[in-house]
T-cell receptor, first 109, second 115 residues
Framework: GQNIDQPTEMTATEGAIVQINCTYQTSGFNGLFWYQQHAGEAPTFLSYNVLDGLEEKGRFSSFLSRSKGYSYLLLKELQMKDSASYLCAVLDSNYQLIWGAGTKLIIKP | DAMVIQNPRSQVTQFGKPVTLSCSQTLNHNVIYWYQQKSSQAPKLLFHYYDKDFNNEADTPDNFQSRRPNTSFCFLDIRSPGLGDAAMYLC??????????????FGPGTRLTVL
């Protein structure tokens, strides 16, 4: 079966750095997405990785290792508005998005 | 701004009373997806359209139907809502279903309450 694992919840302090991990087992791989979802709102796109390595975009970076079936999202200089769920999703061989259940990130002052 | 619009943002219906949720897009994307998302769970794909081609997920109940009369509009019909159908319903679009970049753009969602 297809499976995406990410921690259910994480807590971090404002101004700090946090890394959210995602491991996946899917039938084929055509890229990995990270989405941010605030409570009661729709997911918004953060990043896309299809090749190994680190993609940096402002305070957010995303890393991919295809051989390990592993990705992480790195958030720097955390702000209170970063409190949200972060969803990892993999595009499989049929170009279907397989979603993780999301990691709820709680930022404390 | 090009966008995905969902109406209404919140819908209350009675057990067994049909309800229709709507989605429109100004992105001119080929693909439209309907997801169901329950609290603290991953979005669950119900079906998607590639242009007019309808693709139903194997585990989507018959209670859920969809119509796409044109590129811009798509509707989700729930014929006889049950208490278990209370959820957030998300509409998303993408330019293509395959290819090397398949970012999905989401509407704000419709929260359905079943009484």
């Amino acid at each position: 079966g297809q499976n995406i694992d990410q921690p259910t919840e994480m807590t971090a302090t404002e101004g700090a750095i946090v890394q959210i991990n995602c491991t996946y087992q899917t039938s084929g791989f055509n890229g990995l997405f990270w989405y941010q979802q605030h409570a009661g709102e729709a997911p918004t796109f953060l990043s896309y990785n299809v090749l190994d390595g680190l993609e940096e975009k402002g305070r957010f970076s995303s890393f991919l290792s295809r051989s390990k079936g592993y990705s992480y999202l790195l958030l720097k200089e955390l702000q209170m508005k970063d409190s949200a769920s972060y969803l990892c999703a993999v595009l499989d061989s049929n170009y279907q998005l397989i979603w993780g259940a999301g990691t709820k990130l709680i930022i404390k002052p | 701004d090009a966008m995905v619009i969902q109406n209404p943002r919140s819908q209350v219906t009675q057990f067994g009373k049909p309800v229709t949720l709507s989605c429109s897009q100004t992105l001119n994307h080929n693909v439209i997806y309907w997801y169901q998302q329950k609290s603290s769970q991953a979005p669950k794909l119900l079906f998607h359209y590639y242009d007019k081609d309808f693709n139903n997920e194997a585990d989507t109940p018959d209670n859920f139907q969809s119509r796409r009369p044109n590129t811009s509009f798509c509707f989700l019909d729930i014929r006889s809502p049950g208490l278990g159908d209370a959820a957030m319903y998300l509409c998303a679009t993408s330019r293509v279903a395959g290819g090397d970049y398949n970012e999905q753009f989401f509407g704000p969602g419709t929260r359905l309450t079943v009484l």
